[in-house]
């Protein structure tokens, strides 16, 4: 059985506001304000938790390691390379082939990377957005917890 929850705030400004925190499906990752504390119309009342999105940023994470170690390991190996080749008398053509071949997975690695970027940023902002404003200034007069089973 999975249980979700369903907060409603209060609170009362220059006039009354209820908000209700979630709808059927959304899941709350904090909630950030308690009863009595003053709030500002625009401050965020709890943040969703955003299952996939915080799936996608750990994924995107672990691959801006794994490509940054990947463009690591083709520098050294790319150096170790040409390092034997001036040892066993290679040729400048072999030499070439070497850089060429390296530079090119370097390449595709950092543009990967820079992709890999690119979505953490989106996703950090999909997920910071992801929150219950309030709708005016007031006082937090009441959150009540309401436990649904799905």
Do not use: F, W
């Not at 070497?98 to 370097?106: E, G, L, N």
């Amino acid at each position: 059985m999975i249980q979700s929850e369903s907060i409603a705030v209060r609170y009362e400004g220059t006039k009354k506001s209820d908000v209700y925190g979630t709808d059927d499906g959304i899941r709350i990752k904090k909630l950030c304000v308690s009863k009595g504390q003053h709030v500002k119309k625009g401050d965020v009342l709890l943040q969703e938790y955003l299952e996939d999105e915080e799936e996608s940023l750990k994924t995107s994470k672990r691959q801006v390691s794994t490509l940054t170690l990947q463009i690591s390991q083709a520098k050294q190996m790319r150096q170790r390379e040409l390092e034997q080749l001036n040892h066993t008398g290679g040729s400048k053509e072999e030499k070439e082939n070497v850089k060429t071949q390296y530079d090119a997975q370097i390449k595709n690695c950092r543009s990967s990377l820079e992709l890999a970027k690119l979505d953490i940023q989106s996703l950090e902002e999909t997920i910071r957005e992801a929150s219950l404003k309030a709708p005016i200034s007031g006082t937090v007069m009441q959150i009540r917890k309401i436990y649904l089973s799905r």
